[in-house]
């Protein structure tokens, strides 16, 4: 009897701690793959914001991540995650477009996170975007308020009669992001003319005649962009062209102001999103994009001095420098 009622116990504590697991929606250890398209200080910092973030939710013993960058190579990022769908990993943190349209091709089951995404609909080719995907994935935005972005062209530089929209053409976020920009000017009687390069090949010959035809440039947040910032600054710092930029490291790189949000904590949120997700606590597709609520005036001191801007009127309207 003492066997049997041993037994007895035994048996239901190994009963309690299944129902104790279920009703986590927790196990041991998650594998989280990361596909990066490209070594630039904004995705890093949304990488680096989503890895800690993670770490802080489960212990840093829980969490195993793979992460893997493309280079800049969009083809890479296929291949990056069909290995995670072989691996079958818990859920694939895809940074920047070409890393989520890679995601979204490669699996219909595994939960997939954008982040450095502008526009969702946009990435995805899906018309009259709401704002849930409805699929495995979801993921975060670093849509700044483009409007008051093209405001500061004319707060800071109010003769502004021509603006050069200086993107890549084969980023569809980009392309969005310089329609708002454009509508925007044009509205206030501004003439704007885009100037689209295809890659880094002929950014240069591009950045050089936008900067002869433009008063100011606009270069939205742009990953091609953004992995060529000097080739950009050599360009039109002769010219002394002024560029505002979609974010800060763009503008760090060849700007002179941008409205930019923390890549870091975009990173952050797309980890508490993830959370839920592993933890039963979200249906991802159900999961509306989520969306940094703060943004910065930041301005580069070396190309405000070479370009003669007026840095303490930049402080005194709010901006700050970038370190």
Not at 41 to 52: E, I, M, N, P, S
Not at 78 to 96: R, S, Y
Not at 204 to 214: D, E, H, L, M, R
Request: proline share 2%; glycine share 8%; hydrophobic share 40%.
């Amino acid at each position: 009897m003492k066997r049997i009622a041993t037994l007895i116990l035994a048996v239901l504590m190994l009963a309690t701690l299944c129902l104790s697991a279920a009703s986590c929606g927790e196990k041991a250890n998650y594998t989280i793959g990361i596909c990066q398209l490209l070594p630039h200080v904004a995705l890093d910092a949304a990488t680096q914001g989503f890895k800690d973030g993670l770490i802080e939710e489960f212990g840093e013993d829980s969490i195993t991540f793979i992460e893997q960058n493309a280079q800049g190579d969009s083809t890479a990022c296929t291949t990056i995650v069909n290995d995670f769908v072989t691996k079958n990993v818990d859920l694939i943190l895809a940074n920047a477009t070409a890393s989520l349209q890679a995601a979204a091709n490669g699996t219909t089951t595994i939960p997939v996170l954008g982040t450095s995404i502008t526009e969702y609909g946009t990435a995805l080719g899906i018309e009259n975007f709401s704002g849930v995907v409805g699929s495995n994935v979801s993921g975060t935005s670093d849509l700044a308020p483009l409007d008051q972005q093209a405001q500061m062209i004319l707060d800071i530089f109010p003769d502004t009669k021509n603006v050069g929209l200086l993107y890549c053409s084969a980023e569809p976020n980009s392309a969005y992001q310089v329609k708002v920009v454009r509508e925007y000017l044009e509205g206030k009687g501004v003439t704007c003319t885009d100037f689209q390069f295809s890659d880094s090949n002929d950014i240069t010959a591009v950045a050089k005649a936008a900067a002869a035809a433009s008063d100011v440039i606009y270069v939205p947040t742009d990953n091609t962009a953004a992995n060529c910032t000097e080739a950009i600054n050599g360009a039109v710092l002769p010219t002394g062209t002024p560029i505002i930029a979609g974010e800060e490291g763009i503008c760090s790189g060849c700007g002179v102001a941008t409205l930019s949000i923390s890549y870091y904590d975009l990173g952050v949120k797309t980890a508490k999103m993830a959370a839920q997700i592993l933890k039963g606590e979200a249906n991802i597709e159900e999961m509306e994009i989520g969306y940094v609520d703060t943004f910065t005036k930041k301005y580069n001191k070396a190309n405000c001095e070479e370009l003669g801007v007026d840095v303490a009127a930049l402080e005194a309207a709010g901006y700050i420098v970038i370190e």
